[in-house]
């Protein structure tokens, strides 16, 4: 294995995101040997810490991990320096540029920056602008800008923010992250789409009926009130976590699997989205805030019940919508969505419903076959599984519905690289296949402000129960038309 090099420049080092995703991740990388002794991390944040303190910080993110031992914690927290630093000084740049050339030279990476941005998007254009201006930038090696979401708040909002940061870095130098890229199962996709000769020549509006990408979650707001009541969860996973599943689900076949083919075709994809008027956006996409209920014998409060929210808030906790595409491949073929918070359960999940056998020749009565599905589970299992017919046993021809059903085990699963560690190697490597690019987020914000302003037109907001799938709206979206939300927990 090739170890990485590389100075990492983290503004938001005292966050949470630092603490629960990028030390584990960062250490995970250093048990699997890709980062060893070439490389230096500077946390930066307004608080006054001391070196010693913020390596006490990242030692204790990863000492209960369960590869860590106390040896290789110890010497993975000793590459880790912190600078007290307020993003909208220009002196302080000064002092980060000469602290990053002195590790650089400590550590003999040779010039290789990557510059994450784990903080308050606001902050995103400035912290860009004065790694321009102050001339952080090395000419030697490689400058990566890493940016958390949310990647701004409408169209016009998130083309400033790119506008800003790319005044300083080009677009092979961003790294936009939406974590369900580094999923297993999400790259998966690919993998079952591309790698089967099974299935590709039936993915299209010929064979298959409907698609179903739901992402429901049990957990209400939590402590993220502050966040959430200006985004909702539209913004929150529509526009990026469930537009990037719609697009690997949908998008052309790469003629390789490098990422400026795989990008180019994602681009088409998302240039291809069915644009709703406002009074149609209306019809296909609900929205819904969850209220108080009975779950498991607990009492949960309701949306705007939780602290934080406003006592009248109309943040939509739950969406559910269909997508259509102006492709040939798949003209008129719905793809359902939906997400929420204090659902039945936690589940990620993919349904594709094949149209039914056209003459069921083994019906007596008319009865058409049951169609073909395909699940693909996400999370919290990981496989797939393939609904097919059957001859029942015994002496008639009647069809049975079988399932051919593969899980990876909790085992391999606990084993296989986490979203973050999965991603900040690609990074490393300078891999931008699994993130997002500019000419994406354009179509998609577009996409999802049109849904936003036909919401905002009206005063209402419909409820559903805490611990249920949603409001009966959104099963409507699909009975209309005959079909049924194939997930039913
Ligand atoms: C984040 C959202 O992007 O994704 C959260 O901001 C959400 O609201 C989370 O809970 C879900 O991610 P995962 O990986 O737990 O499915």
Known sequence: MTEKKAVIILFGGSGDLAKRKLYPALFQLFVRGDLQEHFAVIGTA???????????????????????TTKQVKAFASHF??????????AHYVTLKTLAEKLDKQYDIGGNRIYYMAMAPEFFGVIAGHIKSENLLTPDGFNRLVIEKPFGHDHASAKELNDSISATFDENQIYRIDHYLGKEMVQGILALRFGNQILEPLWSKDYIDNIQITLAEAVGVEERAGYYESSGALRDMVQNHIMQLMAYLTMEKPDTFSPEVVHKVKDALFSS???????????NFIRAQYVSADVNGQTVNGYRQEDGVAEDSMTETFVAGKLLLDTPRWEGTPIYLRTGKRLTRK??????????????????????AAPNRLTIYVEPTQGYRLEINGKTLGQTFALSQESLDFRHDDA??????EAYERLLLDVLRGDQTNFTRWAELDQSWQYVDVIRQAWDATKAMPTYAAGTMGPQASMDLLTDSGRDWAFKP
């Open 46 to 68: 307004r608080r006054p810490w001391s070196d010693e303190y913020y390596q006490e910080i990242v030692t204790a993110a990863v000492t209960n991990l369960p590869q860590a």
């Open 81 to 90: 320096y912190y600078q007290s630093h307020d993003v909208t000084d220009s």
């Open 273 to 283: 989205l069915h644009r709703y008027t406002p009074e149609e956006a209306a019809q």
């Open 347 to 368: 589940s990620t999940q993919v349904t594709v419903t094949f149209k039914p056998v056209a003459n069921n020749i083994f019906a007596t009565d008319g009865e058409p």
């Open 412 to 417: 391999s699963v606990a084993k296989a690289p």
